[in-house]
DNA sequence: TTATTATTGTCTCAATTCGAAACAATAGAA
DNA sequence: TTCTATTGTTTCGAATTGAGACAATAATAA
């Protein structure tokens, strides 16, 4: 492997994506862990000369996730002077057996433009990219220290993920395509971080004609059968 | 003049903004016109090698309408390979009476970091850029037309700034310290283009507790004399 | 001084929404 | 058949909002 060179991306341009899951009742994100350093980050990367940058995007996305037609939303780009910091990427770059020459150009100041994503848990197929060890789950409150900003490029993704909710109803792409109205609401529990009133919950649902009711989920429990759901299209 | 050198900048990336104010009942925002070109487009910049995306931007705005500490608000990047367009760039720089290279960094694609803000009319004194005839005010609705992307850039100021409005109550950053609520619910009108009941926003702005009222404004119309308010510090 | 006019600030009443709880339905277990 | 747990629906009062009426008042006209 050698290292890439800098007539294929622009320089000083990156991109980061927060990529949303819902499981077992939990708020979750994507990050990669880096070979030999304990190091977590988003996953992102860079923009080809040739491509847009919501393609770029796109395909790291699938690339991650094996995914295409993701719930994606531009959210913010980092610009600050204090997020650079060269050691941070020379020594994952070293940790990779790679020889960094001065100057290279993936330890100069990036502009990060975030995306936070959201998908259906149980559709991904992880794949780490040739960096990292791993891509894996955590838990939204409960993550490891990142790199860099990371942790506040997360901290505003949930932001913005919050205040859109409600706006855009986009709870329903982190569920699969037939969901019971208890999952909706625990989706929106936890994207919220806030207890929400089931019947109230409920009627609200229902009022704003977005839903289409489909046969029962019988799941063997001894209990009235609830209604599977989905978005109408 | 010389042109400006790459050594300065970074490549590939600029700003613009979409800078908004309110007179006579309507809402408006900030165009250039350059040299002997006939064209418009948002006022924007460069950002320096040794300084913070953010403090690009507030140093462009300051050189354009001579304010400080003015409210200013991220909403969107620009990175899609249409709008790059360098015939555009170049005619603009020759008509300054540049000799302009082959391969010269500000031909190159570039994504744009958009913002707005909000200013007291009154309180601007504008200053064109050197590549430009003037900088003036233009009504949001009755604007000419502009280079590149600039109208869906505008557009989605547009879009952004309406839907702030009620969570930001961002309002008042349109108006000088002290307003009549007549004048304020013409800025939310002129954002929101429509009209609003007078009597429920009047109700609404004082139920929400974050104005005070002072002395009354005589105009010397033969008519009740409304209160001045201010937001609360 | 007194009526008039235009506009502002407040109040009223009905319609709608929302929180909180009660009630009714029901799938499986006892 | 009864019981339990959960779901879907309804009810009731509180809070919010739309639409209009009403009262207050600054300057002008009579």
Redesign the pocket.
Known sequence: MTLPSTDRYFPHIAYDSVVFGFSKGKLKILLMEYHDTGWFALPGGFVRKDEDLESAVKRGLFERTGLKDVYLEQFHTFGSKERHNPKVMRTILEANGHVVPEGYWMLDRFFSIAYYALIDFEKVVLTPDSLSDSISWYEVNQLPKLILDHSKIVQKALETLRSNLERKLIGGNLLPERF???ELQAVYEAILGEKL????????M??LDILE?HE?L??????????L?SFKS
Chains 1, 2 share one sequence.
Not at 197 to 204: C, E, L, N, V
């Open positions: 019971t109205m208890n009133r089931r019947t109230s919950f409920q009627r609200k229902l009022s009711r029962k019988f799941t063997g429990k001894s209990h009235k059968a609830p209604y759901y």
